[in-house]
Antibody
């Protein structure tokens, strides 16, 4: 059974940093691109970042470029999101999601809540 | 403001049919496959339709997808109260080099 389990969310002050993790199981992690997608309270889905199966190709949404860094460890079956210079507008539930062949997300984690507030 | 445009809400009676539209442009829907997601209250999104019109295993054939030009449509027949959820379309945008979603449509089954 494919599972994605996020962790690392919490309350952080504006300007602070946080590192999210997502542990995958039930599939060959090193064969799939994985993504971060977030959802602000009461709002819609927003794509954040993607990383290819090897880690060689990375994309970011303009809203997080230069502040967030995506990475992965295929030995540990883990995906990470280092978030720096956090802003109130980064407050959201952050989901990790596995990408299928022609750009769709076939499995999602349960999400981890990040709250940026003083 | 989302890159893909969806109606904020739709409603219909149990047993009826509803369609949800998703409008984009040539840089996204016009040149890429569209997927659809269902998000029940308090849960993570779930893949409903991929590659415009394919259903993952376990998704009933009451759910269907289509695409024409720069627009896509999700159809749901035989509505059930359990279908009440938020529905999102998504795709890749070649100009933005990133994923894009619609703003979401809240389905109410009256």
């Amino acid at each position: 059974e494919v599972q994605l389990l996020e962790s690392g969310g919490g309350l952080v002050q504006p300007g602070g940093s946080l590192r999210l993790s997502c542990v995958a199981s039930g599939f060959t992690f090193s064969s799939f691109e994985v993504n971060w997608v977030r959802q602000a309270p009461g709002k819609g889905l927003e794509w954040v970042s993607s990383i290819s199966n090897s880690g060689s190709t990375i994309y970011y949404a303009d809203s997080v470029k230069g502040r967030f860094t995506i990475s992965r460890d295929n030995v540990k079956n883990s995906l990470y999101l280092q978030m720096n210079s956090l802003r109130a507008e980064d407050t959201a539930v952050y989901y990790c999601a596995r990408r299928g062949s022609w750009y769709y997300f076939d499995f999602w984690g349960q999400g981890t809540l990040v709250t940026v507030s003083s | 403001q989302s890159v893909l445009t969806q109606p904020p809400s739709v409603s219909a009676a149990p047993g009826q049919k509803v369609t949800i539209s998703c409008s984009g442009s040539g840089s996204n829907i016009g040149n890429n496959y569209v997927s659809w997601y269902q998000q029940l209250p308090g849960t993570a999104p779930k893949l409903l339709i991929y590659e415009n019109n394919k259903r993952p295993s376990g998704i009933p054939d009451r759910f269907s997808g289509s695409k024409s030009g720069t627009s896509a449509t999700l159809g749901i027949t035989g509505l059930q109260t359990g279908d009440e959820a938020d529905y999102y379309c998504g795709t890749w945008d070649n100009s933005l080099s990133g994923g894009v979603f619609g703003g979401g449509t809240k389905l109410t089954v009256l």
